[in-house]
């Protein structure tokens, strides 16, 4: 099976056009032979761990290995989900079971029944209330022999870095280090910046060019979210276009952006500032916007009158890192 299933698995890799290196493969072949004594309990000799935790650099194909491997596996209950949809959808479930008992362990069970393999992509937390629900979450999920993939940029130690929280933190991550099977991905060159596959377009262009650009959408002031209005430059039924004031110098939050994305395919921010001069709470809601966006597969357009390398020149946020890779990946256009 373990030969099987890693062919099965490099196919979809090389069918997108992408060819693993030598640290990709040793990755998803380890990943494969995981997997297999996973799904096969004649094979354990111990008990196993129950899900695979990948880690490394910016646009080392992390998500690209563990998509594949997720389509390969041979099981029909099994769902992929980024975290910051993940929590918006327990939050919600919760609401349904108010006033019975421990409404996340009725949560748990739900999403147990639903998907045997459960995959969290692009997994990081940022506030000690998301890790603690993900933290109490993931213990019944474990309970009820849920098989867990998760993506990050770090290592289980490290994806609540804010020192005021590293001891409530510290169970969370523990728990992912005893009972997941945690690899590093070697170092190597960040793939998504010679990617040729574009997401979107970053204009470098005055204003008014992007006014004309899009002068077809209709005028709406206000679109109303759950918790406030957003002020707009124009809309329709597939394109969103508001600026970056009204996107990330308010305090929305994920849902919010979820919400955007959900009902928009084609997302447009104009007038971006130098990031480094903008507040970090500005700078970690961009980044999550672009989290959201990109997982979501929605068209991005990004207007500053700055080339983009300026607009992103000292941003000391610590996720930018993944942010910029993957703005790389916008088809760059300058215009009067």
Known sequence: MTSELYAQ??????????HLDDAQQRTLARLVEWLQVRLQPSLWRRRPTVGAYLWGGVGRGKSLLLAALFEAAPLA?????????LLQEVQQRMLAHVGQADPLLRVADELAQQARLLYLDEFHVHDIGDAILLGRLLQPLIARGCILLFSSNY????????????SRFKPFASLLEKRCLV????????????STQHWGLYLHASPRHLQQRLAHLPTV????????????????SRTLW?????????????????????RFTHLVV???????????????????????????????WLHSALALDELCAGVAHEDFSRTRSRLAQLRRERAA
């Open 183 to 194: 690899l590093e991905i070697d170092a190597g060159p960040d793939y998504r910046v010679a």
């Open 155 to 166: 290592a289980p130690a490290q994806l609540c870095p804010n020192p005021l929280y590293r």
């Open 242 to 262: 508001l600026d970056f004031a009204a996107l990330c110098q308010q305090p929305l939050a994920s849902s919010d952006y979820l919400q955007l994305c959900q």
């Open 9 to 18: 698995a490099a196919h979809l890799i090389e069918a997108r056009g992408l």
């Open 221 to 236: 002031p206000q679109l109303p979210l759950a918790r406030r209005s957003l002020t707009l430059r124009g809309m329709d």
């Open 77 to 85: 209950s099994k769902r992929r989900v980024h975290v910051h949809a």
């Open 270 to 300: 104009g007038e971006v500032p130098a990031l480094a001069r903008c507040s970090l709470d500005e700078q970690q809601r961009l980044v999550n916007f672009v989290d959201i966006a990109y997982d979501s597969g929605r068209e991005l």
